[in-house]
């Protein structure tokens, strides 16, 4: 799935640029930008919590699960720019943690007992794609920079128990859409140092937005300070404090043990550095 994202960005670059240079006259092309973003950092749990099935443990991972230590990130997305007023985000967020534990209670997932004092290989992968969009209010201004737009997340779960003998095993996956309003915020503290604030965030009845009949609250916030320098054209480099929380709680119908009752909530901090290069063909 990674090489075939990173396929696609290189893509739609490839395919931008050449009509960039042959389709558009001198104007389009003066206010036609590209960006390519990629950040490097670290992850920290701030509190994760999950429960499947009514009668199911709800288990914390920080405190019981080992997610105590920090886990490696990155991220990386793609930025196309109209006009100075029109932005096209294509976002891809890696996000797996793997521990392995000694359980000091049973856990109960979907049914399933999983003894106290045995080995439990833990999976929680969570990665994301998003699609944005923002229309920037403030163009005309060179100090200040205020977009608001929307967005359109893809979440790729896989959350696995699995004891270390290989006598016990659960999984759940699930993939699905999720829309979100998005705000993008820059003040220019110099004439190459940089404050920006970006969020993306909602909080809604699932049910509501993809028109089923199952009762599930879900939430994401996607939150970011960010300070950065321009260095030498057209590399500018930043550091970036992040906030990622979300989840849902909720029934839903499935075919597989347990009654389909999930309890899922995540709070991670990041720190990360990183570059952003631009092309303006």
Known sequence: MKKAILGLFSLLFFSLGSWAQSGGNSETSQDFKIRVVAELGFLSVIDHKVQFSNSGTYFDYRDQGGQDVLFPVSRYSLELEFNKKNTFYLLYQPLCLESQVLLQEDLIVDDMVFPANTGVNLLYSFPFYRLSYTRELLSDNDKWAFAIGASLQIRNATISFESTDGSRFRT???????????????????????????????????????????????????????????????????????????????????????????????????LTAGFIYEFAP
Do not use: M
Request: hydrophobic content about 40%; glycine content about 12%.
């Open 172 to 270: 759940n996956r699930d993939v699905g859409l999720v829309p979100a309003l998005k705000i993008k915020s820059r003040a220019y503290l110099s004439d190459r140092v940089f404050a920006e604030l970006e969020a993306d965030g909602i909080y809604a009845p699932v049910s509501y937005i993809n028109g089923s009949d199952n009762e599930v609250v879900g939430a994401i916030l996607d939150a970011s300070l960010r300070t950065g320098v321009e260095l030498n054209a057209p590399v500018t480099a930043f550091l970036n404090a992040r906030y990622l929380g979300g989840g849902a709680v909720g029934t839903s119908d499935v075919d597989g043990p347990g009654d389909g009752y999930v309890r899922n909530w995540l709070n991670f901090f990041t």
